[in-house]
């Protein structure tokens, strides 16, 4: 992929974990993701994930997404009730429509696997995010967590270009 978008180098990752915690391990996993990337060296922004509800949430943390050369969204699709992974498209038209300086958008949810998630993400020409991962097929936490960690501390930096 050649393109004229850099993000600055060392990347400066916000953890925006959208689970609504639904089946009780999702904060737990998202707050260890973001404590193995911090001991890695990995620039994070904020002190822990971003837990939010639902996308307009986002809007009160204006300056955290300002800071942030990426945004790694995370939700969790569930065995049972309600989806927030469903509920990412939602958080991706959010930041189309109120972020304007580009970043690197990682998006993941957990046991699901949300095609038009994915196609918004690599496909769509317009929006924030030129730079952008997201899956092709459903993962487990573990497979996604550890492929992320990998992604954001041993890839990123290189991949994403420096100035």
Request: net charge neutral; aromatic share 6%.
């Amino acid at each position: 992929m050649l393109s004229t978008i850099v993000i600055d180098a060392p990347p400066e990752v916000l953890v925006v974990d959208s689970s609504r915690d639904l089946a009780g391990w999702e904060s737990e996993l998202s707050q260890r993701l973001y404590t193995a990337m911090s001991r890695r060296g990995l620039r994070l922004v904020g002190r822990g994930p971003l837990a939010v509800r639902e996308p307009e949430e986002l809007k009160q943390h204006q300056r955290a997404l300002g800071n942030a050369s990426c945004i790694l969204l995370l939700g969790h699709g569930g065995e049972k009730g309600p989806s927030s992974a469903a509920e990412l498209l939602g958080y991706v038209g959010w930041l189309k429509a109120n972020v304007s300086a580009p970043k690197l958008l990682a998006a993941c949810s957990w046991q699901i696997h949300n095609p038009a998630l994915t196609y918004e993400l690599l496909e769509a020409a317009d929006g924030f995010a030129p730079l952008a991962l997201a899956q092709l097929s459903p993962v487990t936490s573990r497979e996604g967590g550890l492929f992320l960690l990998k992604f954001f501390t041993e890839k990123a930096p290189f991949a994403a270009g420096h100035r």
